[in-house]
């Protein structure tokens, strides 16, 4: 689990995920239903990212996206 305080990061992490996963620009703009020119521009420039487009994203690189109070510890994994 990464901690994000940046826009940029999540470009990075995007990137990095689509690329550890052997998947193209095209590819992946091609499942979102936009341009590889447009998933290049929100890879460069994740604050145009909305909400709905992030999440979808996600799901394609088979990542979840988890909001959590600062200072607590994650509960990922721990059983009740």
């Known amino acids: 689990m990464f901690r994000i305080s940046m826009s940029s990061q999540v470009g990075t992490m995007l990137v990095s995920r689509r690329k550890s996963m052997g998947l193209s620009q095209t590819v992946v703009a091609s499942r979102l239903g936009i341009s590889q020119n ?43």
């Open 38 to 80: 447009r998933l290049s521009e929100l890879e460069k420039n994740p604050a145009h990212l909305t909400l709905d487009r992030l999440l979808a994203l996600t799901a394609i690189l088979g990542l979840d996206l988890v909001l959590q109070e600062k200072g607590k510890p994650s509960t990922a994994g721990v059983e009740w």
